[in-house]
Nanobody
């Protein structure tokens, strides 16, 4: 059974920092590509960052320079480091992966991040 479990969300003041974690099980972690998305109330889900099996990354313009995606293959965990957060970063943050061999995508349950001004 594939599971993605996010943690690390919470309330943070504007300008502060937060680190989200996504613990993955049920798949071959080291060959998989992972993403972080977020969804704010009344808005569409937004792709924030992607990391491939080699550790190459890319980011949405809205978070470039402030957010960093990383992975620890020994711990089957993907991270999203957030710095200089803004109130507009308030959203539910989701970890995601797509497995081409299965033709299936998987989502975590989400973790709420709230940035106070």
């Amino acid at each position: 059974q594939v599971q993605l479990v996010e943690s690390g969300g919470g309330l943070v003041q504007a300008g502060g920092a937060l680190r989200l974690s996504c613990l993955v099980s049920g798949i071959t972690f080291k060959i998989s590509v992972f993403d972080w998305y977020r969804q704010a109330p009344g808005k569409q889900r937004e792709l924030l960052a992607v990391i491939d099996r080699e550790g190459n990354t890319r980011y949405a313009d809205s978070v470039k320079g402030r957010f960093t995606i990383s992975r620890d293959n020994a711990k089957n965990t993907v991270y999203l480091e957030m710095i200089s957060v803004k109130p507009e970063d308030t959203a539910v943050y989701y970890c995601h992966t797509y497995l081409p061999a299965r033709g299936a995508e998987y989502w975590g349950q989400g973790t709420q991040v709230t940035v106070s001004s």
